[in-house]
């Protein structure tokens, strides 16, 4: 059996202010043929490895093409998207004849003109394969599903956690799913339904915990081979942005249609609701510290999430911060590449007038300035990300800024894990608040630490403001900009 695996993973955030061009791509990863590497310590790459390893289980040849990975920020050039589509088709030219073609990629990506460079890619790899390869598709909830997506593959599963934690074991259950297509043991047929709802549905929260638990149990019993509940990425104007669902059963399209009506209804009518985060303003949440329990409170500025496109600089929770004089508290990760180099120049243990953040965009709110003692320099800073991913930051610093911690970096990075600040020795079970720019992965790894977990509202170019999204091109008819949204198969009839 012949198997060949490629990783094209980025989110596109059509609002933002970011640019991805060639070198966003390589500040992360673009490896060909090398991303299954261990030592390569790049973003998916492990992931290769893992269908590498199960191929070599099985007795079957891997041909591993591409690893690229940029973090999420606005469209990527066509050029370069082009580039890396040319590269897996090449790569599929010289593995041919292939049994099995799978393929890691985000759901969300798009280009300066392809709104769905998954669905574009994915036609083009159907063209090289032919009719016979299965095509297996690990994609992030995040993802809009598309005509394109569905018409050009024959199995997809999509991660079921967010925090997504469960990368590794969706990448293994596409893996066997695919080999068992191609083997002639199932015939995968894939029905979709439309929630036409946005939103984010956290996998901590009860509701959404006993949906996940139920499709996770619908496929352990064999009702279905897969059953994803996606979430969309709302900030991008695309066609078809929104939640939808898809159940996969074994030959079977008309329960597969039965089955994707049944828990699409279920996830459009009884998890709306759950897809609203309550979040408190920065002054809300000083006046609430010395009303909170002890203990420390992490605080999500969901808004300036690296992880969804935004620029990670914005200054709107250490300017209240700084405002209200709140000492005992630490923020991170800042991306600011000029207030890093200061500080390189500078050295540990230097005091200086310093500019922090606020310099991407209006969505960055305005640079705070202070005093700033530097405390801590770590080059080339790669704590924990997610699931076992590295976390990149390049150069971090500790600076201690008008008496808050702060963390900035020279690498936009999202901020998963509590080592991007224990790393540089500080203490967060002394402080009472660490605040972390990031909406939902954090969770995973700052949960166990925190006494509380609160999520803030701030301006930026991640506002959870599903009412005034300005689409272009979708219907204004999902939900919660209209109460009874219309929802249905998909694609409708
Ligand atoms: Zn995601």
Known sequence: ???????????????????????????????????SDPDSGTLFGPLLALWKGMAEQAGAEFHESLCAFCAPGGRTLDVVYEEFKAMIIEDLKAAMPLDIALLCLHGAMASDSVDDCEGDLLAAVREIVGPDCIIGVELDLHLHLTEEILDHSDLLVAYKEYPHTDTGARAAELFQLAVRAAMGE??????????????????????????????????????????????????????????????????????????????????????????????LTVDE??????????????????????????????????????????????????????????????????ELDLRVGGKCSTASGDPVDGRAIIR?????????????????FGTSVWIEFEGVDVIISSLRNQTFHPAAFTDHGIDLSTK?????????????????????????????????DFMSMPYTKRKLDYWPKVEEPPIGPFPAN
Request: aromatic content about 8%; charged content about 20%.
């Open 285 to 350: 949440l000083v006046d609430y510290l010395p009303k909170a329990p002890e203990g420390l409170i992490v605080g999500a500025d969901m808004a300036d999430n690296a992880g969804g496109g935004a620029p990670s600089d914005s200054s709107f929770v250490l300017e209240g911060l700084v405002r209200r004089g709140v000492k005992d508290a630490a923020v991170g990760v800042v991306w600011d590449m000029t207030a890093v180099d200061i500080c390189r120049n500078a050295g540990v243990g230097a």
């Open 1 to 35: 059996m012949r198997i060949f695996g490629a990783a094209l993973v980025t989110e596109t955030n059509t609002f933002a202010p970011l640019p991805c061009g060639r070198s966003a791509w390589e500040d992360y990863v673009i490896a060909r043929g090398t991303g």
């Open 376 to 392: 801590s320099i770590i080059e080339d800073h790669c704590p924990p990300g997610l699931g076992g991913i590295p976390g990149p």
């Open 186 to 279: 199932i015939k995968p047929v894939t029905r979709a339904y439309d929630c036409n709802m946005m939103g984010q549905w956290r996998t901590g929260q009860e509701d959404v915990r006993a949906f996940v638990d139920d499709m996770m149990a619908a496929e352990q019993d064999g009702t279905a081979l897969n059953i994803s509940f996606v979430h969309g990425f709302p900030w991008a104007d695309v066609p078809t942005v929104g939640a939808k669902l898809w159940v996969t059963t074994d030959g079977d399209a008309e329960a597969a249609e039965r089955l994707a009506e049944e828990w699409g209804r279920r996830a459009a009518l009884g998890l709306r609701e759950a897809g609203c985060i309550p979040q």
């Open 432 to 464: 009472r608040l660490c605040v972390v720019k990031s909406i939902e992965h954090f969770h995973a790894e700052f949960k166990p630490i925190a006494d509380e977990v609160v999520y803030i509202n701030t301006p930026g170019a991640l506002r959870a």
